[in-house]
Protein backbone atom coordinates (compact mmCIF):
# COMPACT_ATOMS: atom_id res chain seq x y z
CA UNK A 1 0.00 0.00 0.00
CA UNK A 2 1.33 3.70 -0.87
CA UNK A 3 -0.10 6.60 0.74
CA UNK A 4 -1.67 7.45 -2.39
CA UNK A 5 -3.60 4.10 -1.52
CA UNK A 6 -4.66 4.94 1.31
CA UNK A 7 -6.42 8.49 0.02
CA UNK A 8 -7.80 6.33 -2.49
CA UNK A 9 -9.30 3.66 -0.68
CA UNK A 10 -10.29 6.55 1.56
CA UNK A 11 -12.35 7.88 -1.32
CA UNK A 12 -14.27 5.00 -2.05
CA UNK A 13 -15.53 4.57 1.41
CA UNK A 14 -18.73 5.15 0.10
CA UNK A 15 -18.94 4.37 -3.35
CA UNK A 16 -22.15 6.13 -4.54
CA UNK A 17 -21.05 9.12 -3.17
CA UNK A 18 -17.73 9.30 -4.82
CA UNK A 19 -19.69 8.44 -8.09
CA UNK A 20 -22.22 11.31 -7.93
CA UNK A 21 -19.46 13.71 -6.82
CA UNK A 22 -16.99 12.28 -10.03
CA UNK A 23 -20.66 12.09 -12.34
CA UNK A 24 -21.08 15.91 -11.14
CA UNK A 25 -16.79 16.77 -11.97
CA UNK A 26 -17.33 15.09 -15.18
CA UNK A 27 -20.08 17.35 -16.18
CA UNK A 28 -18.55 20.48 -15.10
CA UNK A 29 -15.24 19.55 -16.91
CA UNK A 30 -17.11 18.48 -20.14
CA UNK A 31 -18.97 21.82 -20.09
CA UNK A 32 -15.53 23.79 -19.70
CA UNK A 33 -14.42 21.41 -22.17
CA UNK A 34 -16.92 21.93 -25.02
CA UNK A 35 -17.17 25.53 -24.08
CA UNK A 36 -13.04 26.31 -24.39
CA UNK A 37 -13.27 23.92 -27.74
CA UNK A 38 -15.80 26.46 -28.82
CA UNK A 39 -13.87 29.32 -28.35
CA UNK A 40 -10.96 27.85 -29.01
CA UNK A 41 -11.51 26.61 -32.32
CA UNK A 42 -14.49 27.42 -33.72
CA UNK A 43 -13.75 30.85 -34.77
CA UNK A 44 -10.90 29.61 -36.19
CA UNK A 45 -9.16 31.36 -34.15
CA UNK A 46 -6.79 28.96 -32.74
CA UNK A 47 -5.20 28.71 -36.23
CA UNK A 48 -5.83 32.12 -37.03
CA UNK A 49 -2.03 33.96 -37.52
CA UNK A 50 -0.40 36.82 -35.48
CA UNK A 51 1.40 37.29 -38.41
CA UNK A 52 -0.89 38.04 -41.60
CA UNK A 53 -2.38 41.03 -41.24
CA UNK A 54 -5.94 42.27 -42.34
CA UNK A 55 -6.70 45.68 -43.58
CA UNK A 56 -10.81 46.77 -43.58
CA UNK A 57 -12.32 50.29 -43.53
CA UNK A 58 -12.22 51.76 -39.72
CA UNK A 59 -15.70 52.86 -40.59
CA UNK A 60 -16.73 49.08 -40.00
CA UNK A 61 -15.99 45.99 -42.09
CA UNK A 62 -19.26 46.57 -44.23
CA UNK A 63 -17.66 49.77 -46.01
CA UNK A 64 -15.53 48.70 -48.68
CA UNK A 65 -12.45 49.47 -49.65
CA UNK A 66 -11.27 50.92 -52.71
CA UNK A 67 -9.15 48.52 -54.95
CA UNK A 68 -6.53 51.11 -55.44
CA UNK A 69 -5.75 51.22 -51.97
CA UNK A 70 -3.36 48.05 -52.93
CA UNK A 71 -0.94 49.56 -55.08
CA UNK A 72 0.25 51.77 -51.77
CA UNK A 73 -0.15 48.78 -49.36
CA UNK A 74 2.08 46.97 -51.02
CA UNK A 75 4.71 49.72 -52.18
CA UNK A 76 5.87 49.93 -48.35
CA UNK A 77 8.88 47.63 -48.01
CA UNK A 78 7.92 45.71 -45.09
CA UNK A 79 4.90 44.09 -47.13
CA UNK A 80 5.89 40.68 -48.80
CA UNK A 81 2.53 40.11 -50.30
CA UNK A 82 -0.72 41.52 -50.35
CA UNK A 83 -4.13 39.71 -51.32
CA UNK A 84 -7.84 40.95 -51.29
CA UNK A 85 -10.98 39.17 -50.27
CA UNK A 86 -14.61 40.23 -50.90
CA UNK A 87 -16.99 38.12 -49.05
CA UNK A 88 -20.68 37.17 -49.90
CA UNK A 89 -22.74 35.55 -47.77
CA UNK A 90 -25.78 33.27 -48.95
CA UNK A 91 -27.27 30.11 -48.53
CA UNK A 92 -27.35 27.31 -50.53
CA UNK A 93 -31.26 25.36 -51.21
CA UNK A 94 -32.91 26.37 -48.05
CA UNK A 95 -32.15 29.28 -46.25
CA UNK A 96 -30.92 27.55 -42.89
CA UNK A 97 -27.99 26.57 -44.86
CA UNK A 98 -25.84 29.61 -44.81
CA UNK A 99 -22.52 29.49 -46.83
CA UNK A 100 -19.73 32.02 -46.70
CA UNK A 101 -17.67 32.58 -49.93
CA UNK A 102 -14.30 34.74 -50.03
CA UNK A 103 -13.80 36.02 -53.27
CA UNK A 104 -10.23 36.76 -54.39
CA UNK A 105 -6.88 36.67 -56.35
CA UNK A 106 -6.07 32.88 -56.57
CA UNK A 107 -2.30 33.76 -56.37
CA UNK A 108 -2.31 36.32 -54.37
CA UNK A 109 -3.83 34.01 -51.87
CA UNK A 110 -1.21 31.54 -52.52
CA UNK A 111 1.24 34.18 -51.30
CA UNK A 112 0.08 35.54 -48.47
CA UNK A 113 -1.66 32.56 -46.98
CA UNK A 114 -1.26 29.55 -48.90
CA UNK A 115 0.26 27.80 -46.41
CA UNK A 116 -2.64 28.71 -43.76
CA UNK A 117 -5.71 27.64 -45.80
CA UNK A 118 -3.90 24.41 -47.50
CA UNK A 119 -3.67 26.03 -51.08
CA UNK A 120 -1.30 24.34 -53.73
CA UNK A 121 -0.48 24.97 -56.73
CA UNK A 122 -2.18 22.66 -58.24
CA UNK A 123 -5.44 24.15 -56.69
CA UNK A 124 -4.22 27.55 -57.85
CA UNK A 125 -4.35 26.51 -61.50
CA UNK A 126 -7.41 24.22 -61.02
CA UNK A 127 -9.67 27.23 -59.98
CA UNK A 128 -7.95 29.30 -62.51
CA UNK A 129 -9.16 27.21 -65.17
CA UNK A 130 -12.84 28.71 -65.62
CA UNK A 131 -13.89 32.35 -64.26
CA UNK A 132 -16.86 30.28 -62.14
CA UNK A 133 -14.07 28.04 -60.33
CA UNK A 134 -14.41 27.31 -56.79
CA UNK A 135 -12.32 26.18 -54.10
CA UNK A 136 -14.26 24.63 -51.24
CA UNK A 137 -12.57 24.01 -47.71
CA UNK A 138 -12.42 20.65 -46.70
CA UNK A 139 -15.09 21.67 -43.41
CA UNK A 140 -17.53 22.94 -45.85
CA UNK A 141 -17.06 19.91 -48.41
CA UNK A 142 -17.68 17.40 -45.94
CA UNK A 143 -21.10 19.27 -44.50
CA UNK A 144 -22.52 20.00 -47.37
CA UNK A 145 -21.30 16.37 -49.36
CA UNK A 146 -20.14 18.45 -51.87
CA UNK A 147 -17.42 16.67 -54.32
CA UNK A 148 -15.02 18.13 -57.08
CA UNK A 149 -16.27 18.67 -60.50
CA UNK A 150 -20.09 19.63 -58.73
CA UNK A 151 -22.16 22.65 -59.58
CA UNK A 152 -23.55 24.82 -56.57
CA UNK A 153 -25.54 27.96 -56.57
CA UNK A 154 -25.66 30.07 -53.38
CA UNK A 155 -27.79 32.66 -53.30
CA UNK A 156 -26.82 36.10 -52.31
CA UNK A 157 -28.24 37.33 -49.12
CA UNK A 158 -27.30 40.96 -50.43
CA UNK A 159 -24.87 40.83 -53.13
CA UNK A 160 -27.02 41.34 -56.20
CA UNK A 161 -25.86 40.17 -59.78
CA UNK A 162 -26.08 43.27 -62.23
CA UNK A 163 -29.10 40.87 -64.23
CA UNK A 164 -30.67 41.47 -60.98
CA UNK A 165 -30.59 37.62 -59.69
CA UNK A 166 -29.12 36.44 -56.58
CA UNK A 167 -27.99 33.22 -57.58
CA UNK A 168 -24.58 33.02 -58.13
CA UNK A 169 -23.61 29.59 -59.94
CA UNK A 170 -19.98 27.89 -59.06
CA UNK A 171 -18.12 24.62 -60.29
CA UNK A 172 -16.01 23.36 -57.80
CA UNK A 173 -12.20 22.91 -58.64
CA UNK A 174 -10.88 21.41 -55.74
CA UNK A 175 -10.74 20.96 -51.91
CA UNK A 176 -8.52 22.73 -49.46
CA UNK A 177 -7.53 21.20 -46.28
CA UNK A 178 -6.55 24.01 -44.32
CA UNK A 179 -3.03 24.33 -42.59
CA UNK A 180 -4.05 21.44 -39.35
CA UNK A 181 -7.51 20.59 -37.21
CA UNK A 182 -7.64 24.69 -35.84
CA UNK A 183 -8.13 26.09 -39.42
CA UNK A 184 -11.26 27.49 -40.13
CA UNK A 185 -12.49 25.79 -43.86
CA UNK A 186 -16.09 26.46 -43.15
CA UNK A 187 -16.08 28.91 -46.39
CA UNK A 188 -15.55 29.00 -50.41
CA UNK A 189 -12.55 30.91 -52.31
CA UNK A 190 -14.07 32.20 -55.85
CA UNK A 191 -12.47 34.44 -58.23
CA UNK A 192 -12.87 38.08 -57.71
CA UNK A 193 -12.60 39.34 -61.14
CA UNK A 194 -15.53 37.19 -61.60
CA UNK A 195 -17.49 37.93 -58.98
CA UNK A 196 -16.79 41.66 -59.23
CA UNK A 197 -17.56 41.96 -62.85
CA UNK A 198 -21.41 40.44 -62.35
CA UNK A 199 -21.81 41.76 -59.01
CA UNK A 200 -24.89 44.98 -59.39
CA UNK A 201 -22.79 47.45 -56.91
CA UNK A 202 -19.67 48.16 -55.64
CA UNK A 203 -17.33 47.22 -58.24
CA UNK A 204 -14.04 47.62 -57.85
CA UNK A 205 -14.18 47.74 -54.28
CA UNK A 206 -13.31 44.94 -51.46
CA UNK A 207 -13.34 44.18 -47.71
CA UNK A 208 -10.12 43.98 -46.67
CA UNK A 209 -6.83 43.30 -47.98
CA UNK A 210 -4.34 40.40 -46.36
CA UNK A 211 -0.94 41.55 -45.66
CA UNK A 212 2.20 38.81 -45.03
CA UNK A 213 4.66 41.36 -44.02
CA UNK A 214 8.74 39.94 -44.36
CA UNK A 215 10.26 37.78 -42.01
CA UNK A 216 11.43 39.87 -39.22
CA UNK A 217 8.95 42.79 -39.15
CA UNK A 218 6.52 43.46 -36.60
CA UNK A 219 3.29 42.96 -37.52
CA UNK A 220 1.89 45.60 -35.26
CA UNK A 221 4.35 48.21 -36.08
CA UNK A 222 3.61 47.81 -39.90
CA UNK A 223 -0.05 47.94 -39.22
CA UNK A 224 -0.01 51.03 -37.64
CA UNK A 225 2.39 52.54 -40.26
CA UNK A 226 -0.85 51.34 -42.76
CA UNK A 227 -3.22 52.77 -40.99
CA UNK A 228 -1.65 56.27 -41.08
CA UNK A 229 -0.53 55.59 -44.67
CA UNK A 230 -4.24 56.17 -45.10
CA UNK A 231 -5.26 58.21 -41.92
CA UNK A 232 -6.69 61.35 -44.14
CA UNK A 233 -7.88 59.43 -47.15
CA UNK A 234 -11.64 59.12 -47.70
CA UNK A 235 -11.23 55.73 -46.46
CA UNK A 236 -9.25 55.40 -43.28
CA UNK A 237 -8.43 51.99 -42.44
CA UNK A 238 -7.90 49.49 -39.51
CA UNK A 239 -5.24 47.01 -39.83
CA UNK A 240 -5.42 43.89 -37.32
CA UNK A 241 -3.81 40.69 -37.08
CA UNK A 242 -5.56 37.84 -38.84
CA UNK A 243 -6.34 36.54 -35.14
CA UNK A 244 -7.44 40.03 -33.88
CA UNK A 245 -9.37 40.37 -36.89
CA UNK A 246 -11.27 37.46 -36.37
CA UNK A 247 -11.67 37.90 -32.64
CA UNK A 248 -13.19 41.22 -33.32
CA UNK A 249 -15.85 39.66 -35.76
CA UNK A 250 -16.94 37.22 -33.13
CA UNK A 251 -17.48 39.90 -30.56
CA UNK A 252 -20.03 41.83 -33.06
CA UNK A 253 -22.07 39.21 -32.02
CA UNK A 254 -21.03 38.33 -28.66
CA UNK A 255 -18.52 38.32 -26.47
CA UNK A 256 -18.27 34.65 -26.57
CA UNK A 257 -15.17 34.46 -24.29
CA UNK A 258 -17.41 36.40 -21.55
CA UNK A 259 -20.01 34.35 -22.02
CA UNK A 260 -18.17 30.75 -21.39
CA UNK A 261 -15.98 32.21 -18.62
CA UNK A 262 -19.82 32.98 -17.14
CA UNK A 263 -20.96 29.61 -17.69
CA UNK A 264 -17.67 27.92 -16.76
CA UNK A 265 -17.44 29.91 -14.11
CA UNK A 266 -20.95 29.09 -12.22
CA UNK A 267 -20.43 25.45 -13.27
CA UNK A 268 -17.38 25.88 -11.26
CA UNK A 269 -18.48 27.90 -8.31
CA UNK A 270 -21.38 25.23 -8.12
CA UNK A 271 -19.40 21.95 -8.09
CA UNK A 272 -16.55 24.07 -5.62
CA UNK A 273 -19.95 24.23 -3.16
CA UNK A 274 -21.30 20.84 -3.62
CA UNK A 275 -18.18 19.00 -3.36
CA UNK A 276 -16.62 21.41 -0.56
CA UNK A 277 -19.66 20.28 1.59
CA UNK A 278 -19.67 16.42 0.76
CA UNK A 279 -15.75 16.41 1.99
CA UNK A 280 -16.72 18.87 4.74
CA UNK A 281 -19.03 16.09 6.00
CA UNK A 282 -17.05 13.03 4.78
CA UNK A 283 -14.29 14.07 6.91
CA UNK A 284 -16.33 15.05 9.67
CA UNK A 285 -17.80 11.28 9.39
CA UNK A 286 -14.33 10.04 9.84
CA UNK A 287 -12.88 12.55 12.46
CA UNK A 288 -11.88 9.56 14.84
CA UNK A 289 -10.36 7.70 12.48
CA UNK A 290 -8.13 10.55 12.35
CA UNK A 291 -7.87 10.42 15.51
CA UNK A 292 -6.29 7.28 15.35
CA UNK A 293 -3.98 8.21 12.54
CA UNK A 294 -2.48 10.79 14.45
CA UNK A 295 -1.48 8.38 17.35
CA UNK A 296 0.13 5.81 15.19
CA UNK A 297 2.27 8.53 14.19
CA UNK A 298 0.53 10.50 10.84
CA UNK A 299 1.50 14.22 11.22
CA UNK A 300 -0.67 16.83 10.61
CA UNK A 301 1.24 17.50 7.02
CA UNK A 302 0.58 13.84 6.83
CA UNK A 303 -3.22 14.31 7.55
CA UNK A 304 -3.61 17.13 5.27
CA UNK A 305 -2.04 15.52 2.20
CA UNK A 306 -4.12 12.25 2.76
CA UNK A 307 -7.46 14.50 2.18
CA UNK A 308 -5.92 16.86 -0.19
CA UNK A 309 -4.79 13.76 -1.90
CA UNK A 310 -8.17 12.00 -1.52
CA UNK A 311 -10.10 15.40 -3.24
CA UNK A 312 -7.21 15.51 -6.24
CA UNK A 313 -8.40 11.65 -6.92
CA UNK A 314 -11.95 12.07 -6.96
CA UNK A 315 -11.24 15.60 -9.40
CA UNK A 316 -8.46 13.53 -11.33
CA UNK A 317 -11.03 11.00 -11.87
CA UNK A 318 -13.90 12.77 -12.49
CA UNK A 319 -12.77 16.07 -14.18
CA UNK A 320 -10.07 13.44 -16.71
CA UNK A 321 -13.88 11.45 -17.35
CA UNK A 322 -15.29 14.98 -18.11
CA UNK A 323 -12.40 15.83 -20.87
CA UNK A 324 -12.16 12.72 -22.07
CA UNK A 325 -16.18 13.01 -22.92
CA UNK A 326 -15.45 16.64 -24.51
CA UNK A 327 -12.52 15.20 -26.72
CA UNK A 328 -14.44 12.51 -27.71
CA UNK A 329 -17.59 15.04 -28.48
CA UNK A 330 -14.85 17.44 -30.27
CA UNK A 331 -13.75 14.43 -32.47
CA UNK A 332 -17.45 13.56 -33.10
CA UNK A 333 -18.95 16.64 -33.75
CA UNK A 334 -19.38 17.72 -37.09
CA UNK A 335 -16.80 19.82 -38.92
CA UNK A 336 -19.02 23.00 -38.89
CA UNK A 337 -18.93 22.78 -35.24
CA UNK A 338 -15.09 24.01 -35.41
CA UNK A 339 -14.41 22.90 -31.74
CA UNK A 340 -10.95 22.02 -31.43
CA UNK A 341 -9.87 20.70 -27.65
CA UNK A 342 -5.99 21.52 -28.11
CA UNK A 343 -3.13 21.10 -25.82
CA UNK A 344 -2.95 24.65 -24.26
CA UNK A 345 -6.97 24.06 -23.33
CA UNK A 346 -6.22 20.97 -22.02
CA UNK A 347 -3.23 22.18 -20.02
CA UNK A 348 -5.77 24.81 -18.71
CA UNK A 349 -8.27 22.31 -17.70
CA UNK A 350 -5.75 20.08 -15.80
CA UNK A 351 -4.30 23.15 -13.76
CA UNK A 352 -7.68 23.95 -13.28
CA UNK A 353 -8.52 20.46 -12.11
CA UNK A 354 -5.37 20.65 -10.03
CA UNK A 355 -6.43 24.14 -8.43
CA UNK A 356 -10.17 23.09 -8.04
CA UNK A 357 -9.38 19.79 -5.98
CA UNK A 358 -6.86 21.68 -3.38
CA UNK A 359 -9.38 24.00 -3.00
CA UNK A 360 -12.04 21.81 -2.59
CA UNK A 361 -9.92 19.84 -0.27
CA UNK A 362 -8.66 22.64 1.78
CA UNK A 363 -11.66 23.04 4.41
CA UNK A 364 -11.89 19.93 5.50
CA UNK A 365 -8.00 19.12 5.47
CA UNK A 366 -7.46 22.10 7.37
CA UNK A 367 -9.78 21.13 9.53
CA UNK A 368 -8.81 17.70 10.11
CA UNK A 369 -5.14 18.89 10.38
CA UNK A 370 -6.35 20.99 13.66
CA UNK A 371 -8.78 18.52 15.33
CA UNK A 372 -6.73 17.16 18.31
CA UNK A 373 -6.44 13.41 19.11
CA UNK A 374 -8.39 13.18 22.57
CA UNK A 375 -11.35 15.38 20.62
CA UNK A 376 -11.08 13.27 17.68
CA UNK A 377 -11.35 10.08 20.35
CA UNK A 378 -14.27 11.93 21.91
CA UNK A 379 -16.68 11.94 18.29
CA UNK A 380 -17.00 8.10 18.72
CA UNK B 1 7.36 4.17 42.40
CA UNK B 2 10.95 4.32 41.36
CA UNK B 3 13.02 1.67 40.36
CA UNK B 4 16.88 1.17 41.12
CA UNK B 5 17.54 0.15 37.27
CA UNK B 6 17.97 3.07 35.03
CA UNK B 7 14.55 3.69 34.00
CA UNK B 8 13.17 3.71 30.56
CA UNK B 9 9.62 5.93 31.28
CA UNK B 10 10.16 8.38 33.98
CA UNK B 11 7.41 10.98 35.13
CA UNK B 12 8.65 13.19 37.89
CA UNK B 13 6.55 15.80 39.52
CA UNK B 14 3.72 15.66 37.18
CA UNK B 15 0.69 17.85 37.13
CA UNK B 16 -2.26 17.93 35.03
CA UNK B 17 -5.68 19.90 35.10
CA UNK B 18 -8.18 20.10 33.00
CA UNK B 19 -10.82 23.25 32.89
CA UNK B 20 -14.51 21.40 32.65
CA UNK B 21 -17.34 23.80 33.02
CA UNK B 22 -15.30 26.49 34.33
CA UNK B 23 -14.19 24.70 36.96
CA UNK B 24 -10.27 23.27 36.74
CA UNK B 25 -9.76 19.86 37.69
CA UNK B 26 -6.95 18.47 39.26
CA UNK B 27 -5.96 14.91 37.64
CA UNK B 28 -2.25 14.61 38.87
CA UNK B 29 -0.56 17.09 40.97
CA UNK B 30 3.14 16.28 41.18
CA UNK B 31 2.81 12.59 39.94
CA UNK B 32 5.75 10.39 39.86
CA UNK B 33 6.66 6.88 38.20
CA UNK B 34 9.71 5.15 36.57
CA UNK B 35 9.52 2.43 34.61
CA UNK B 36 12.02 0.23 33.26
CA UNK B 37 13.09 -1.01 29.97
CA UNK B 38 11.39 -4.59 29.92
CA UNK B 39 9.02 -4.13 32.39
CA UNK B 40 4.83 -5.27 32.07
CA UNK B 41 2.82 -2.69 33.85
CA UNK B 42 -0.64 -3.18 34.41
CA UNK B 43 -2.26 0.47 35.56
CA UNK B 44 -5.43 -0.35 37.38
CA UNK B 45 -8.03 1.92 39.11
CA UNK B 46 -11.45 3.61 39.20
CA UNK B 47 -13.07 5.72 36.65
CA UNK B 48 -11.07 9.39 37.03
CA UNK B 49 -8.16 7.65 38.58
CA UNK B 50 -5.74 9.54 35.98
CA UNK B 51 -5.56 6.05 34.02
CA UNK B 52 -6.50 7.73 30.47
CA UNK B 53 -4.51 10.85 31.45
CA UNK B 54 -1.65 8.77 32.03
CA UNK B 55 -1.76 6.79 28.86
CA UNK B 56 -2.46 9.75 27.04
CA UNK B 57 0.90 11.15 28.22
CA UNK B 58 2.96 8.51 27.61
CA UNK B 59 1.56 7.72 24.04
CA UNK B 60 2.74 11.94 23.87
CA UNK B 61 -0.87 12.72 22.84
CA UNK B 62 -1.51 15.14 25.92
CA UNK B 63 1.00 16.89 27.78
CA UNK B 64 1.49 17.59 31.56
CA UNK B 65 0.81 21.07 32.40
CA UNK B 66 4.70 21.17 34.42
CA UNK B 67 6.91 18.23 35.43
CA UNK B 68 8.97 15.98 33.46
CA UNK B 69 8.40 13.27 31.18
CA UNK B 70 10.79 11.08 29.67
CA UNK B 71 10.93 7.85 27.76
CA UNK B 72 14.11 6.71 26.78
CA UNK B 73 16.22 9.32 25.83
CA UNK B 74 13.25 11.70 24.49
CA UNK B 75 11.55 14.71 26.73
CA UNK B 76 8.04 14.39 25.44
CA UNK B 77 7.08 17.59 27.85
CA UNK B 78 9.25 19.42 25.92
CA UNK B 79 8.17 18.24 22.53
CA UNK B 80 5.91 20.12 20.26
CA UNK B 81 3.35 18.06 18.17
CA UNK B 82 5.26 17.59 15.25
CA UNK B 83 8.11 15.88 17.07
CA UNK B 84 5.36 13.82 19.47
CA UNK B 85 3.73 12.35 15.89
CA UNK B 86 7.39 11.93 14.48
CA UNK B 87 8.17 10.25 18.27
CA UNK B 88 5.16 8.30 18.10
CA UNK B 89 5.85 6.70 14.80
CA UNK B 90 9.33 5.10 16.02
CA UNK B 91 9.07 4.61 19.45
CA UNK B 92 5.49 3.68 20.36
CA UNK B 93 3.07 1.23 19.85
CA UNK B 94 -1.08 1.73 20.77
CA UNK B 95 -3.32 -1.27 21.43
CA UNK B 96 -6.82 0.34 21.39
CA UNK B 97 -9.49 -1.10 23.70
CA UNK B 98 -12.22 -0.96 20.29
CA UNK B 99 -9.04 -2.34 17.94
CA UNK B 100 -9.44 1.09 15.95
CA UNK B 101 -9.16 -0.68 12.35
CA UNK B 102 -9.62 0.70 9.25
CA UNK B 103 -12.82 -0.69 7.55
CA UNK B 104 -11.90 -0.22 4.16
CA UNK B 105 -8.14 -1.56 4.94
CA UNK B 106 -7.48 -5.49 4.39
CA UNK B 107 -5.44 -7.23 7.47
CA UNK B 108 -2.14 -6.56 6.00
CA UNK B 109 -2.90 -2.69 4.38
CA UNK B 110 -4.00 -2.16 8.60
CA UNK B 111 -0.93 -3.53 9.66
CA UNK B 112 1.01 -1.75 7.08
CA UNK B 113 -0.01 2.01 8.34
CA UNK B 114 2.47 2.98 10.68
CA UNK B 115 5.20 1.38 8.39
CA UNK B 116 4.17 4.41 5.68
CA UNK B 117 6.03 7.16 7.83
CA UNK B 118 9.17 5.05 7.50
CA UNK B 119 11.70 5.10 4.33
CA UNK B 120 11.23 1.67 3.51
CA UNK B 121 10.49 -0.34 0.14
CA UNK B 122 7.12 -1.81 -0.92
CA UNK B 123 9.26 -5.22 -0.24
CA UNK B 124 10.48 -4.74 2.77
CA UNK B 125 7.03 -3.56 3.92
CA UNK B 126 5.03 -6.43 3.06
CA UNK B 127 7.90 -8.80 4.85
CA UNK B 128 7.94 -6.71 8.03
CA UNK B 129 4.24 -7.38 7.95
CA UNK B 130 3.82 -11.11 6.50
CA UNK B 131 6.53 -11.37 9.93
CA UNK B 132 4.11 -9.93 12.25
CA UNK B 133 0.91 -11.49 11.32
CA UNK B 134 3.21 -14.55 11.49
CA UNK B 135 3.62 -13.87 15.35
CA UNK B 136 0.20 -13.26 15.70
CA UNK B 137 -1.19 -15.94 14.30
CA UNK B 138 -3.40 -14.07 11.57
CA UNK B 139 -1.04 -15.77 8.52
CA UNK B 140 -3.05 -16.56 5.28
CA UNK B 141 -5.45 -14.01 6.45
CA UNK B 142 -4.17 -10.64 5.33
CA UNK B 143 -6.52 -10.36 2.26
CA UNK B 144 -9.14 -10.25 4.49
CA UNK B 145 -10.71 -7.07 6.10
CA UNK B 146 -11.27 -7.22 9.39
CA UNK B 147 -15.18 -6.45 9.83
CA UNK B 148 -15.57 -10.35 8.59
CA UNK B 149 -13.29 -11.32 11.63
CA UNK B 150 -13.86 -12.14 15.32
CA UNK B 151 -12.94 -9.62 18.23
CA UNK B 152 -10.08 -11.46 19.63
CA UNK B 153 -8.44 -11.76 15.75
CA UNK B 154 -9.43 -8.22 15.45
CA UNK B 155 -7.47 -7.52 18.54
CA UNK B 156 -4.72 -9.58 16.94
CA UNK B 157 -5.14 -7.24 13.85
CA UNK B 158 -4.54 -4.67 16.39
CA UNK B 159 -0.92 -5.86 17.86
CA UNK B 160 0.62 -6.86 14.80
CA UNK B 161 -0.34 -2.67 13.66
CA UNK B 162 1.39 -1.73 17.21
CA UNK B 163 4.26 -3.89 16.86
CA UNK B 164 5.08 -3.52 13.01
CA UNK B 165 8.01 -0.82 13.35
CA UNK B 166 9.00 -2.39 16.06
CA UNK B 167 8.46 0.05 19.05
CA UNK B 168 10.33 -0.60 22.44
CA UNK B 169 6.94 0.67 23.57
CA UNK B 170 3.56 -0.35 23.70
CA UNK B 171 0.76 1.09 25.23
CA UNK B 172 -2.61 -1.02 25.58
CA UNK B 173 -5.60 0.56 26.95
CA UNK B 174 -8.27 -1.62 27.88
CA UNK B 175 -6.76 -4.44 25.34
CA UNK B 176 -9.20 -7.09 26.30
CA UNK B 177 -12.11 -5.08 27.37
CA UNK B 178 -14.18 -6.08 24.19
CA UNK B 179 -13.46 -9.33 24.43
CA UNK B 180 -14.36 -12.95 25.95
CA UNK B 181 -12.66 -14.41 28.57
CA UNK B 182 -10.97 -17.10 26.02
CA UNK B 183 -9.76 -14.27 23.78
CA UNK B 184 -8.75 -11.97 26.30
CA UNK B 185 -6.25 -14.49 27.44
CA UNK B 186 -4.98 -15.42 24.11
CA UNK B 187 -4.44 -11.60 23.61
CA UNK B 188 -2.90 -10.99 26.76
CA UNK B 189 -0.51 -14.47 26.37
CA UNK B 190 0.20 -12.35 23.26
CA UNK B 191 0.84 -9.49 25.17
CA UNK B 192 3.51 -11.67 27.85
CA UNK B 193 5.17 -12.96 24.94
CA UNK B 194 5.93 -9.66 23.39
CA UNK B 195 7.37 -8.29 26.75
CA UNK B 196 9.22 -11.69 27.73
CA UNK B 197 10.53 -12.83 24.18
CA UNK B 198 10.86 -9.42 22.36
CA UNK B 199 11.32 -7.32 25.18
CA UNK B 200 8.80 -4.97 24.74
CA UNK B 201 8.07 -2.27 27.51
CA UNK B 202 4.93 -2.29 27.89
CA UNK B 203 2.32 -0.26 30.34
CA UNK B 204 -1.51 -1.41 30.24
CA UNK B 205 -4.49 0.06 31.67
CA UNK B 206 -6.94 -2.34 32.69
CA UNK B 207 -10.36 -2.88 34.69
CA UNK B 208 -9.90 -6.36 34.85
CA UNK B 209 -7.62 -7.77 37.89
CA UNK B 210 -7.52 -11.25 35.56
CA UNK B 211 -5.82 -9.39 32.34
CA UNK B 212 -3.48 -7.46 35.58
CA UNK B 213 -2.32 -10.95 36.66
CA UNK B 214 -0.54 -11.30 33.57
CA UNK B 215 1.49 -7.85 34.18
CA UNK B 216 4.82 -8.33 36.41
CA UNK B 217 3.80 -5.45 38.14
CA UNK B 218 0.14 -3.72 38.85
CA UNK B 219 0.00 -0.09 39.88
CA UNK B 220 -3.04 1.01 41.36
CA UNK B 221 -4.08 4.64 40.71
CA UNK B 222 -6.54 6.46 43.05
CA UNK B 223 -7.05 10.34 42.81
CA UNK B 224 -3.90 11.37 40.39
CA UNK B 225 -1.68 9.33 42.87
CA UNK B 226 -0.56 5.64 42.98
CA UNK B 227 -1.63 3.86 46.03
CA UNK B 228 -0.46 0.03 45.66
CA UNK B 229 2.13 -1.60 43.90
CA UNK B 230 2.06 -5.63 43.64
CA UNK B 231 4.47 -7.57 41.85
CA UNK B 232 3.21 -10.82 40.31
CA UNK B 233 4.47 -13.90 41.82
Given at each position: MTFFALARKNAWRKPLRTVLL??????????????????????????????????????????????????????????????????????????????????????????????????????????????????????????????????????????????????????????????????????????????????????????????????????????????????????????????????????????????????????????????????????????????????????????????????????????????????????????????????????????????????????????????????????? | MTENIAPYIALSGVRRAYRIGGEMISIFSGLDLTIPQGDFVAVMGPSGSGKSTLLNMLAGIDSPDSGTLRIGTSRLDQMGEAARAAWRAHNMGIVFQFYNLLPMLSVAENVELPLLLKPLSRKERRIRVDKVLDLVGLAGRAKQYPALMSGGQQQRIGIARAIVSDPGLLLCDEPTGDLDRKSADEVLEMLRFLNRHLQKTIVMVTHDPQAALYARRTLHLDKGDFVEEKRAA
Open positions: MVSIAVAFLIYGLTASFLNGAQGTAGASDDILGVTSAGGRTQPLPMAMMARIAADPDVAAVGYVMRLRGFVDVEKNVVAISAGDPDRLLAVNGKGLGLTPALVEAIGQARDKVLVGRALAEAQGWRVGERVTVTAFDMARADGGREWRFEIAGIFEGEDATTDTYFMIARYDYVNAARARGKDTVDAFIVRPHAGVAPGELAVRIDTLFANSATPTRTQSEKQFLEAFLRQYADTGLIVNLVVGAAFVTLLMIVVNTMVFAVRERTFEIGVLKTLGFSRRGIMALILGETLFVFAVGGGLGLVLAKLATLLAGPALGLVLSLPVLAKALAILAALGLATGALPAFNAMRTPIIKAFRTR | -
